[in-house]
């Protein structure tokens, strides 16, 4: 792959991530009626920059896939998760168990073996 595509799929992993934490903040916003909560919830900065994050990976995505065939692309994505799951545990103190480390492991194996053939 080029470094022009490392860079890309990259900044694809970083933008996916921050809309995804964002979404997550957003959907945490409590009030004392859940009307309340949907209201302030659908119109704060959290779910706007989850939503503009959301829309800059797309186009990320678009570019991607332009310059490395679909196959590699999607498999390299899957990282994506392993960055998600880990943002999460460090921002919000998710827990992750035996199971999801191990799902961690080999995802990011996938990923290395993919992306050294790539």
Not at 12 to 31: C, L, P, Q, S, Y
Request: charged fraction near 15%; aromatic fraction near 12%; hydrophobic fraction near 60%.
């Amino acid at each position: 792959m080029s470094k022009f595509a490392i860079f890309v799929w990259l900044l694809n992993i970083v933008v996916d991530t921050i809309g995804h934490m964002a979404f997550k903040r957003a959907a945490m916003i409590e009030d004392s009626s859940e009307w309340g909560r949907w209201k302030q919830m659908l119109t704060s900065w959290q779910l706007l920059t989850g939503i503009a994050c959301f829309c800059l990976e797309f186009f990320l995505w678009l570019v991607l896939l332009s310059i490395v065939p679909l196959s590699i692309a999607v498999l390299l994505s899957a990282f994506n998760t392993v960055a998600i799951m880990l943002a999460g545990r460090i921002v919000f103190k998710e827990m992750l168990d035996p199971f999801r480390l191990v799902g961690i492991g080999l995802i990011t194996i996938g990923v290395i073996l993919v992306g050294g053939y790539a």
